[in-house]
DNA sequence: GTTTAATGTTTGTATATACAAATAATAATG
DNA sequence: CATTATTATTTGTATATACAAACATTAAAC
């Protein structure tokens, strides 16, 4: 009985607007976060970085050394997935890896830095592409909102 | 200036809290959609589907006969993403292709059908699941504004 | 001090997703 | 009616990400 009733609230909600799956948080979801990627890649694509790339580049300019684990926890990646992506800036000489006993340390190379002023761009066009959209306000509330709730999911 | 005012802003609002990008919307969005496919996985596990088979199956279900252009829609994914989820499901005899010129129908097997009450069931349990550490409002509220930006970025 | 547990990182493997190009079929245009 | 454009779908290829297991190192326990 309580599981029928869950059931047509969800079809009820379902139904209520265009998109069959609009109002359900797994879909509203993963199509935001899809739609927000792109507009980074856009905005990042002009240095030749993704968004993930480039906001790790970015912690390893501002905090030279800082170890793999610290960046998944920033980043709220898995270790390994932070593995492939300084892998990948290795081959690409934008980050160096030293490893001393069981800690890994990672430090930005001179190109990286020369990069930064251009990152800092690509970040600002990204930020005032999502206000144009969005609204400057209504941008701030959802990020801060989201987050609230990702915690939430988190224990 | 204007260029600099923004970036300012930015690392403000980024060391505000925890998480370093925690007021990013790149990384709020994203760090949310995991977590709520995490959710959504562990709910439709029992049935050894995922999130995207599950809800594609039960879009087929209720619509025998749907293209996959239509499906592409509805759940906002590229039609290739489509045809590649609909390949696996047929592996699974979840799902039939037939194609008729250049439009393909895509239809449930019997043993899709008879899955479908269970389907039901994991779907209330993400629901509840959803509901319980979120709150109903909240989760509401959340879905139905994300679902409007989402419709912004769209353009 | 030797064994056991905990920690940090990396691999092996698998996933969903996308883009761009290729097909194939229908519709539109001249 | 022949050519061109549009539409629906599928492939080829590449991506980011994750989980589970493997290492390797340090810390804890007895």
């Given at each position: 009985?309580?599981?029928?009733t869950k059931?047509?609230?969800?079809?009820?909600?379902?139904?209520?607007?265009?998109?069959?799956?609009s109002?359900?948080?797994?879909?509203?979801?993963?199509?935001?976060?899809?739609?927000?990627?792109?507009?980074?890649?856009?905005s990042?694509?002009?240095?030749?970085?993704?968004?993930?790339?480039?906001?790790?580049?970015?912690?390893?300019?501002?905090?030279?050394?800082?170890?793999?684990?610290?960046?998944?926890?920033?980043?709220?990646?898995?270790?390994?997935t932070?593995?492939?992506?300084?892998?990948?800036?290795?081959?690409?000489?934008l980050?160096?890896?030293?490893?001393?006993?069981k800690?890994?340390?990672?430090?930005?190379?001179?190109?990286?830095?020369?990069?930064?002023?251009?990152?800092?761009?690509c970040?600002?066009?990204?930020?005032?592409?999502?206000?144009?959209?969005?609204?400057?306000?209504?941008?701030?509330?959802?990020a801060?909102?989201?987050?609230?709730?990702?915690?939430?999911?988190?224990?």
């Open positions: 009985m309580y599981i029928q059931c047509f609230y969800f079809v009820f909600v379902m139904k209520a607007s265009g998109s069959r799956f109002k359900c948080l797994y879909f509203s979801a993963n199509a935001f976060a899809r739609k927000v990627e792109k507009l980074a890649t856009n990042w694509k002009k240095i030749n970085l993704t968004p993930s790339h480039a906001y790790l580049l970015m912690t390893v300019i501002e905090e030279p050394g800082v170890q793999p684990g610290k960046l998944a926890e920033e980043m709220q990646l898995t270790p390994s932070i593995t492939r992506l300084i892998e990948k800036m290795e081959e690409n000489k980050v160096v890896r030293t490893t001393e006993g800690v890994t340390n990672v430090y930005p190379t001179p190109k990286a830095n020369q990069l930064y002023p251009q990152m800092k761009d970040l600002d066009e990204f930020y005032t592409n999502c206000i144009s959209i969005l609204g400057a306000e209504e941008m701030k509330r959802t801060i909102n989201i987050n609230k709730l990702s915690d939430k999911l988190s224990s």
